[in-house]
């Protein structure tokens, strides 16, 4: 009997110290840091992602909608989109471990930035402008527009591009159109129906597929990338608006603003895996000034990000929190603080400097 209780004791020590040390090996596998673009403080914040910890906040132009990240994770970069009156043109870059504004970057004419791709290896990134119905290649450390493509569609929204950088698409809401270019000589290839109110957007990580939310038909319309040819149609909760692939392109996660759902897909197989509503707080009192604050009881998710096959970070434009949703049980695990309507949100392996 002794020798059993010994036995017994030693096997709980022995499974509290892997415990202990799987803890400590998921939290170094935690670090980087969160950047999210709040629209209504006009504000980007840094956010621990072990911790949830604001670590900094830094002033924007006015009302930032998307945020993107270069490659190698040393520079941020918000899209300043203006409020409904006053339209707006530029674009705040960021060293993120130095923690401070690099520069501006002004767009003339080419106003109401908003969808935004780094494009690997290089300085330039992708940046469409609704105001001038364009998609823009922009050199992010000389601040200069190296190109300017014309969509031909109302609201160009958001922007994707293969891994081979050859070939971008572009979604219209106003539309539900999906236009494509040839990133090499700036030729407009085809304009591709994808359903009403096409916004969200991502290529699989192997370049094969596209795959696109639709919000005015609560759809995702799957595309073959080098046919240009619609695949499938899929269900979604009601009004996808941004979705993103894992990176290991297992799983299709799609934020539902007006449902107040994250939707998880199986990639390969093209199917539902689980639709979660989200929970956290939201406030009895609805601000006329936000976006989609006609929506009821939703905490309006928008922006995500998935830096790895485990964890997604979801915006919630109306309760003002990130919601961090663990892909392998499919639960909500945690809420972080965040600014005033939180919206793009990005990762990077980079932590600012105290």
Avoid at 16 to 22: I, M, R, V
Avoid at 56 to 82: I, M, R
Avoid at 303 to 315: M, T
Avoid at 328 to 336: G, K, R
Wanted: glycine share 8%.
């Amino acid at each position: 009997m002794k020798n059993l209780l010994s036995l017994s004791l030693l096997s709980i020590s022995l499974f509290l110290f892997t415990t202990c040390t799987l803890t400590k090996e998921e939290n170094k596998e935690l670090n980087g840091t969160l950047i999210v673009a709040n629209k209504s403080g006009n504000d980007i914040s840094f956010i621990d992602r072990a911790t949830g910890k604001t670590l900094k906040t830094l002033p924007t132009g006015l009302q930032p909608h998307e945020v993107e990240v270069s490659d190698d994770g040393k520079y941020a970069v918000v899209s300043n989109y203006g409020d409904r009156e006053n339209p707006g043109n530029s674009l705040s870059v960021y060293n993120i471990k130095r923690g401070k504004q690099l520069k501006t970057i002004e767009l003339g004419k080419n106003t109401r930035p908003h969808g935004m791709q780094w494009l690997k290896g290089t300085h330039n990134m992708l940046v469409t402008t609704e105001g001038s119905n364009s998609l823009l290649l922009v050199d992010i450390l000389k601040g200069e527009i190296k190109k300017q493509m014309n969509t031909e569609q109302e609201i160009s929204h958001m922007v994707a591009a293969g891994p081979d950088a050859n070939v971008a698409f572009v979604s219209s809401i106003q539309t539900g159109n999906v236009t494509v270019f040839n990133l090499e000589n700036g030729e407009l290839i085809k304009q591709l129906y994808s359903g009403k109110g096409a916004e969200g957007i991502a290529v699989s990580p192997n370049g094969k597929e596209l795959w696109v939310t639709n919000r005015g038909e609560n759809t995702i319309a799957i595309f073959d990338t080098q046919r240009l040819e619609l695949i499938q149609k899929l269900d979604c909760g009601n009004f996808p608006i941004r979705a993103k692939f894992s990176p290991s392109g297992k799983h299709f996660v799609v934020s539902n603003a007006q449902s107040g759902e994250i939707a998880v897909f199986d990639a390969k197989g093209k199917k539902l895996i689980s639709k979660l509503k989200l929970q956290p707080p939201v406030p009895k009192d609805q601000d006329p000034e936000r976006y989609f604050s006609e929506f009821k009881e939703t905490s309006v998710p928008i922006g995500l990000v998935v830096p790895d096959d485990q964890f997604v970070y979801v915006a919630n434009t109306r309760s003002d929190v990130i919601s961090v949703f663990d892909l392998s049980t499919l639960e909500i695990v945690a809420h972080f603080k965040a600014g005033k309507e939180p919206d793009g949100i990005n990762f990077s392996p980079v932590t600012p400097e105290k």
